[in-house]
Nanobody
Framework: QVQLVESGGGLVQPGGSLRLSCTASGSIFTTYTMGWYRQAPGQQRELVATIRNSGSTNYADSVKGRFTISRDNAKNTVTLQMNSLKPEDTAVYYC????????????WGQGTQVTVSS
């Protein structure tokens, strides 16, 4: 079992930056695909970015070129650097850890609020 704790959310003006961090504890961190998802009010949770154990990354088209996901396996952390933030980025951001045994298993953090507003 993996426990995830996010930090770094807050209020930022359009065009600004925020850095979200997620610290994992529990099972071997390096075997998990890590990711960030977000959910705006009235919307479904959507994928923002993922990073595999190999370092391979995947981004939603809406954030490509603005957000960067990274991981530090030694520290059991995954980070989302968000630049050029837009009001549309306002959402609760959730850290995710995924692994596969017989089927996909997901672990989630409680979420951290990101609000982009002037």
């Amino acid at each position: 079992q993996v426990q995830l704790v996010e930090s770094g959310g807050g209020l930022v003006q359009p065009g600004g930056s925020l850095r979200l961090s997620c610290t994992a504890s529990g099972s071997i961190f390096t075997t998990y695909t890590m990711g960030w998802y977000r959910q705006a009010p009235g919307q479904q949770r959507e994928l923002v970015a993922t990073i595999r154990n190999s370092g391979s990354t995947n981004y939603a088209d809406s954030v490509k070129g603005r957000f960067t996901i990274s991981r530090d396996n030694a520290k059991n952390t995954v980070t989302l650097q968000m630049n050029s933030l837009k009001p549309e980025d306002t959402a609760v951001y959730y850290c995710n850890a995924a692994t596969w045994i017989t089927s996909r298993i997901d672990y989630w953090g409680q979420g951290t609020q990101v609000t982009v507003s002037s």
